[in-house]
T-cell receptor, first 113, second 112 residues
């Protein structure tokens, strides 16, 4: 069966510090990978998605970036965090372009102070 | 372009009462439709999905949803609410591409 891991589970970082969140998927190959942010009381905001190694599509211009160094690894980064980067970050994967649902990781709660 | 509208950011029901969470979508092509549930501080889990087979879709935990093309709706229902149903629910639409469009979510409160 497939599983998706995210770490860390929680993170408190000062403004201006760097960020690295990691997501890995097990039990499938060539998944589509996604990063979402969920601000308090808000819906899901798609940040990045990737359909293959090294292929990243950005949905929101901001100080975040994403990378996919391996087939089942997706990393979200920032060089300098802003207060507005606080939120709940979710990684997800899905198959192909058909009627496929997304499978979500447990999330990372980021608080920028 | 696709879009999803969930009517009501908060819905409150009594335990044992009918749950009805409303979702309307907009899509220029036949959509795939999903309902997800999110418990506090967790990721989203799939409740059910519509993929152009039967219009009445049954999901986990006693939930079901009916696809009505004429109304562009995909409302989620459960005959009898349980305390454990308290969570946030997201309707989502996907067409042929890589992206899924999520609604803003509806938080369900269940009163004892």
């Amino acid at each position: 069966s497939q599983t998706i891991h995210q770490w860390p589970a929680t993170l408190v970082q000062p403004v201006g510090s760097p960020l690295s969140l990691e997501c890995t998927v097990e039990g499938t190959s060539n998944p589509n990978l996604y990063w979402y942010r969920q601000a308090a009381g808000r819906g899901l905001q798609l940040l990045f998605y990737s359909v293959g190694i090294g292929q990243i599509s950005s949905e929101v211009p901001q100080n975040l970036s994403a990378s996919r160094p391996q087939d089942r690894q997706f990393i979200l980064s920032s060089k300098k965090l802003l207060l507005s980067d606080s939120g709940f970050y979710l990684c997800a994967w899905s198959r192909g372009t058909g009627p496929y649902e997304q499978y979500f990781g447990p999330g990372t709660r980021l608080t920028v102070t | 372009a696709q879009s999803v509208t969930q009517l009501g950011s908060h819905v409150s029901v009594s335990e044992g009462a009918l749950v009805l969470l409303r979702c309307n979508y907009s899509s220029s092509v036949p959509p795939y439709l999903f309902w997800y549930v999110q418990y506090p501080n967790q990721g989203l889990q799939l409740l059910l999905k519509y993929t152009s087979a039967a219009t009445l879709v049954k999901g986990i935990n006693g939930f079901e949803a009916e696809f009505k093309k004429s109304e562009t709706s995909f409302h989620l229902t459960k005959p009898s609410a349980h305390m454990s149903d308290a969570a946030e629910y997201f309707c989502a639409v996907r067409t042929g591409g890589f992206k899924t469009i999520f609604g803003a979510g509806t938080r369900l409160f269940v009163k004892a």
